[in-house]
């Protein structure tokens, strides 16, 4: 990456009501966190489901169109380092409340289904390793409520709990890699397959929109980098921190992602993937190690609770941030006095993912959360170009222009009907938009009664 910056003094700090409580190396173990989790270890099988033996291809292509993105968010926080994120950059670049509303909902949407669909992995075949007594729905609601009180405590305790479940999370990816190395050591495994493409249909165009397909799915597994920016009123020395911690969060997780995409392949036919919610665990009971699956399983939770965790901090936060800019009501951006922690946004989000976790299983709620966010993408790597007339007084990191113009255009082609996505993934968007344009209809006539509108 070419870093070219403005010329002009360091950013000052800031005047905030949140508590600058993250650093360096936990700011780049949050992105990590991030990202990893639910997608790799739960919709793997489903990547494969689509596109067959071949399902480290999706992974690749989701990798290149997360950097292409990651590059323009990088921009964009260092040179406005607040909370609120895509929202804040697209109203700055449009100055349409309308759509700058519209993409907060969808930002704040995405999160919530990819929290929801963690917690709905939560229950599935990993806890089925230990007891299937509760049923799911009742493990996923429980889930939120945890989740929800850790986050009122502190951000500082969100986010040190988060380093420890990436290190979890981590461990159990290395595990999985440890049992590549040993099939190919041993000549274990098919290495066929890693070639193998299907796709429903026949012809060259059913394998194009077959892979589109698996990519779009896929790319719910490198969603996350974008949480990170709504930390940025929590983060000591923003403009300087963030470009490193997130090109090496997205390149740690997409490296580790492609290897277990390959590993996966090797050892386990796609549709016995397919056929699992807890597709890392058949990988682990075919690879030949005497590693336990329970406790494998284990890890795997611990994996997918990391996901939420963050999600619904995201989500919170950008409720803080929207509110600030008034985009949501000033209650929305209320703090708890001793905690400094956005305590309406927490309440608010947590009983939004309650709902929707009674509203979709594991790859509904994660193909919606990547097609939620492939639409945002888009406008933000639209948004970093408009932006380039606005020039602000300290240095930042410069992306190379045709870095946001190939995103823009990957997020696109990803979000089109040509990536063969199921119609309930349009419909449940349809219906959280639809909500969206409630709330702004609502928000509306609160500020003109208060004579604000």
């Not at 739960?42 to 690749?60: D, E, I």
């Not at 589109?212 to 790319?219: D, K, N, Y």
């Not at 600030?324 to 708890?336: D, H, Q």
């Not at 001793?338 to 309440?347: E, Q």
């Amino acid at each position: 990456m070419t870093d070219t910056t403005t010329p002009g003094p360091a950013a000052p700090p800031e005047e905030t009501g949140l508590k600058r409580a993250i650093g360096p190396k936990l700011l780049i173990l949050f992105v990590i966190g991030d990202i990893l989790g639910t997608g790799i270890y739960a919709t793997t099988g489903k990547v494969a489901g689509k596109v067959g033996g071949a399902v480290w291809l999706p992974f690749v292509i989701g990798f290149v169109v997360a950097i292409l993105t990651a590059a323009s968010y990088v921009e964009l926080v260092g040179k406005y380092p607040r909370a609120a994120g895509a929202a804040l950059y697209t109203q700055k670049a449009f100055k349409v409340p309308f759509l700058t509303f519209i993409v907060a909902f969808m930002v704040m949407c995405s999160g919530l289904s990819s929290a929801s669909a963690a917690a709905r992995a939560f229950g599935g075949d990993y806890l089925a390793e230990f007891t299937d007594a509760v049923p799911p729905t009742v493990v996923a609601i429980l889930f939120i409520l945890v989740l929800a009180a850790l986050n009122l405590r502190g951000v500082s305790e969100s986010v040190k709990a988060n380093v420890v479940l990436t290190l979890v999370e981590v461990t159990g990816l290395l595990v999985i890699l440890a049992i590549g190395a040993y099939a190919v050591l041993t000549g274990g495994g098919e290495p066929g397959r890693l070639a193998d493409f299907e796709a429903s249909g026949s012809g060259g165009y059913a394998l194009v929109t077959g892979v589109l397909g698996a990519t779009a799915l896929g790319f719910f597994a490198f969603v996350g980098f974008e949480d990170s920016v709504n930390m940025a009123e929590e983060t000591r020395d923003p403009v300087r921190t963030f470009p490193r911690a997130i090109f090496i969060g997205v390149g740690v997780t997409g490296t580790v992602y492609v290897l277990v995409a390959l590993v996966s392949s090797l050892l386990v036919d796609h549709r016995t993937l397919e056929k699992s919610s807890g597709p890392l665990l058949e990988v682990v009971k075919a690879g030949g190690l005497d590693f336990p699956p329970k406790l494998f399983a284990l890890i795997a939770l611990f994996a997918v609770t990391n996901s939420a965790l963050i999600n619904i901090m995201m989500a919170s936060r950008l409720c803080y941030g929207m509110a600030n800019e008034r985009i949501l009501p000033r209650a929305m951006g209320r703090v708890l006095a001793k905690r400094r922690t956005p305590v309406t946004g927490i309440v608010f989000v947590s009983l939004l993912a309650i709902g929707l976790v009674c509203t979709g299983e594991i790859e509904g709620l994660g193909d919606t959360t990547a097609f939620l966010l492939l639409c945002v993408f888009a406008v933000v790597n639209v948004a970093v170009l408009v932006l380039r007339k606005d020039r602000v007084a300290h240095a930042h990191f410069r992306t190379p222009t045709v870095l946001p113009v190939l995103g823009a255009l990957t997020a696109l082609i990803l979000a089109s009907p040509l990536a063969d996505r199921p119609a309930e993934v349009y419909i449940r968007a349809g219906v959280l938009l639809a909500i969206g344009l409630a709330l702004w209809a609502v928000n509306k006539v609160v500020l003109k009664f208060r004579g604000e509108g």
